[in-house]
Nanobody
């Protein structure tokens, strides 16, 4: 059974940095795409960033230039480095992964990121 476990969320001041990780387990074939969505209270879920197996990345317009996504295929782990954080970045961040072969998508439990002074 595939599981995605997120870590690294927390409270940070505006202008600060934070890195969140997403470790996938239970799948021996790997994942085509791994990425992050986020959802703030009263707002729709929005794409933050994604990365495919060849390292091609895609970013949401509001985070481009500030966030960087990367992955370690050997560890089935994705990382999201968040710099120059703003209060508007406050949200629950959800990791997702699309399984190679089946195309099934899996989601993590979410990790809270709060940007506040």
């Amino acid at each position: 059974q595939v599981q995605l476990v997120e870590s690294g969320g927390g409270l940070v001041q505006p202008g600060g940095s934070l890195r969140v990780s997403c470790a996938a387990s239970g799948n021996i074939f790997g994942f085509n795409v791994m990425g992050w969505y986020r959802q703030a209270p009263g707002k729709e879920r929005e794409l933050v960033a994604s990365i495919n197996g060849w390292g091609a990345t895609n970013y949401g317009a509001t985070v481009k230039g500030r966030f960087t996504i990367s992955r370690d295929n050997a560890k089935n782990t994705a990382y999201l480095q968040m710099n120059s954080l703003k209060p508007d970045d406050t949200a629950v961040y959800y990791c997702y992964a699309v399984e190679r072969g089946s195309g099934t998508d899996y989601w993590g439990q979410g990790t809270q990121v709060t940007v506040s002074s």
